[in-house]
Nanobody, 116 residues
Framework: QVQLVESGGGLVQPGGSLRLSCAASGSDFSQYVMRWYRQAPGKQREWVTT???????YYIDSTKGRFTISRDNAKATVYLQMNSLKPEDTAVYYCNAQIRGGTDFWGQGTQVTVSS
């Protein structure tokens, strides 16, 4: 069982920045594939970004050049640095961990609101 706890959400003006954190339990964090998803009001949850155990990263097109995912295996934490935020980035952001064997675990989500 893996527990994930997100933090760092909040209200920010367009063009601003936020950094989300996701702290994971478990002793095998370095082997987890870590992802961020988001769900805007009235929309389906969508994948945002991935970082693999080998630190390869992937992004949805709408966030390329603005968002950066990273991981600190010593702290069992994954981060999402979000710059140049837009109102359309407003959503609940969820951390996801995929362990060996393919089982997924989810955090409780953190709200990000981009508004003037």
């Amino acid at each position: 069982q893996v527990q994930l706890v997100e933090s760092g959400g909040g209200l920010v003006q367009p063009g601003g920045s936020l950094r989300l954190s996701c702290a994971a339990s478990g002793s095998d964090f370095s082997q987890y594939v870590m992802r961020w998803y988001r769900q805007a009001p009235g929309k389906q949850r969508e994948w945002v970004t991935t970082v693999t155990p080998g630190r390869n990263t992937y992004y949805i097109d709408s966030t390329k050049g603005r968002f950066t995912i990273s991981r600190d295996n010593a702290k069992a934490t994954v981060y999402l640095q979000m710059n140049s935020l837009k109102p359309e980035d407003t959503a609940v952001y969820y951390c996801n961990a995929q362990i060996r064997g393919g089982t997924d675990f989810w955090g409780q989500g953190t709200q990000v609101t981009v508004s003037s």
